[in-house]
């Protein structure tokens, strides 16, 4: 069981981040560049419909883990249980951020709001590499 939600998290891993590596690396500086809302949004349009699946794995995988350690919520007594509830509390922050710029900010996107997405682009992007460090500090600590 163990096994096979590592392998799960880490196949949501490899998608999240490695889509929001693609999107800040190379199709955000591109839309900045040129003024063209449109080549991050052709680009979302086809990421969300795995995206969105790839985050959701990644938070049921992640509570099933939390479980396995047998960790509560907003556990801080120790430090494996300090890395798991951060990890949960970005979590979060990512999905608010993420509910934000698809309901919000998305629909009305025009080159003069392309600065707060990039915003919200590069700090999901942090986020994710933040999880990916605190991921593998479970197992080999701080
Ligand atoms: C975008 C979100 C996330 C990313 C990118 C991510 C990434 C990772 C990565 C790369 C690992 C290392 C896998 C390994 O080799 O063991 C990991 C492990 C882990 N993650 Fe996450 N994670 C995310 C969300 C979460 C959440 C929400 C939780 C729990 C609330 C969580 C709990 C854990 C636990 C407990 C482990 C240790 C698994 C083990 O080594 O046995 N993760 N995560």
Known sequence: ????????????????????????????PESLRLKNQEIILS???????IGIPALLIQLISGIGLMH???????????????????KFILIIITILLAVHARFFIIPKLQPSNLKLLSFHIITVTIISIIMLFLGISVRFGL
């Open 68 to 86: 396995l350690y047998h960790i509560s919520w907003f556990d801080f007594s120790t430090q494996i249980a300090s890395i798991i509830s951060i």
């Open 43 to 49: 680009f979302e349009r086809k990421f969300e419909k």
């Open 1 to 28: 069981m163990h096994k096979w939600l590592v392998i799960l998290h880490s196949l949501g891993a490899c998608v999240w981040i490695g889509g929001h590596l693609l999107l800040s690396l190379k199709y955000l």
